[in-house]
């Protein structure tokens, strides 16, 4: 199980933009594609975008497309997710994943991991 440290969570107003930082902790996450995901109240999680850090190529569901940008810091290995014109739908926990076998889109789409971190909180409200 990989884990992660992942922040810069908090309570935004719709409109407005956030910052969440992924760190992957105690292994070496290049060449590997890494996942930002949510799970919002009652519901299952998502994919929301995906980076593979060897290609850099990206991925990101369509609720999210021309708002969120994913990104990574290749010498501090943490991957970003920039979230602008946050959305009340976009409230919820984001965690990340990674996975050295896969492509962005299957990442995103087709995950099967049955184990998440803390996350970190998304709360979207006027």
């Known amino acids: 199980q990989l884990e992660f440290?992942?922040?810069?969570?908090?309570?935004?107003?719709?409109?407005?933009?956030?910052?969440?930082?992924?760190?992957?902790v105690g292994f070496n996450s290049d060449d590997h594609v890494i996942g930002w995901f949510r799970q919002a109240p009652g519901k299952e999680h998502e994919g929301v975008a995906c980076i593979n850090t060897h290609d850099g190529s990206l991925y990101y569901r369509d609720s999210v497309k021309g708002r969120f940008t994913i990104s990574r810091d290749n010498a501090k290995k943490i991957v970003y997710l920039q979230m602008n014109s946050v959305k009340s739908e976009d409230t919820a926990l984001y965690y990340c994943q990674a996975d050295a076998s896969t492509t962005v889109q299957n990442m995103c789409d087709l995950w099967a991991f049955d184990s998440w971190g803390q996350g970190t909180q998304v709360t979207v409200s006027s």
């Not at 440290?5 to 992957?24: K, R």
């Open 5 to 24: 440290d992942e922040s810069g969570g908090g309570l935004v107003h719709p409109g407005e933009s956030l910052t969440l930082s992924c760190v992957p």
